[in-house]
Nanobody
Framework: QVQLVESGGGLVQAGGSLRLSCAAS????????MGWFRQAPGKEREFVSA????????YYANSVKGRFTISRDKAKNMVYLQMNSLKPEDTAVYYC?????????????????WGQGTQVTVSS
C-alpha cells in the first residue's frame, strides 16, 4: 500500500512560481511511476506530468510544457512539481498519483494510488 500526501499549494500571482511536493510512504515507492494531475471547478481531472521510476523519463501536458518540471528524490520518497510562469488557467486542485508499473502514463485510470490534493490558485 502506498499513501501520498501533497503539499505546497497556495495563492500566487500570475507569473509567479510554486513547488508542489508529494510525500510517499511504502517501501516499493522507488519502483513506481508517478504523476501529477489537476482538476479545476466544473472540469474533468486532467493530466499534468509524469515521471518514470528511474526518473529518466518525463512527460508533460502541452499546456504546461516549458513551465513545469517534475522530479523525484528516491532517497526521500518525494516527488516534486516545480511550477513557473503560472497562469490563472493553472488554478486547480493538484493531485499526486502513483502506479505500480515503472513507466510514465497519461491516463488517470493507469494510476493505482492518489493523494488528497492541494489547492493552487493563480490570481490575474
Amino acid at each position: 500500500q502506498v499513501q501520498l500526501v501533497e503539499s505546497g499549494g497556495g495563492l500566487v500571482q500570475a507569473g509567479g512560481s510554486l513547488r508542489l511536493s508529494c510525500a510517499a510512504s511504502g517501501r516499493t515507492f522507488s519502483s513506481y511511476g508517478m504523476g501529477w494531475f489537476r482538476q479545476a471547478p466544473g472540469k474533468e481531472r486532467e493530466f499534468v506530468s509524469a515521471i518514470s521510476s528511474s526518473g529518466d523519463s518525463t512527460y508533460y501536458a502541452n499546456s504546461v510544457k516549458g513551465r513545469f518540471t517534475i522530479s523525484r528524490d528516491k532517497a526521500k520518497n518525494m516527488v516534486y512539481l516545480q511550477m513557473n510562469s503560472l497562469k490563472p488557467e493553472d488554478t486547480a486542485v493538484y493531485y499526486c498519483a502513483a502506479r505500480r508499473l515503472s513507466g510514465t502514463a497519461y491516463y488517470a485510470s493507469s494510476y493505482d494510488y492518489w493523494g488528497q490534493g492541494t489547492q493552487v490558485t493563480v490570481s490575474s
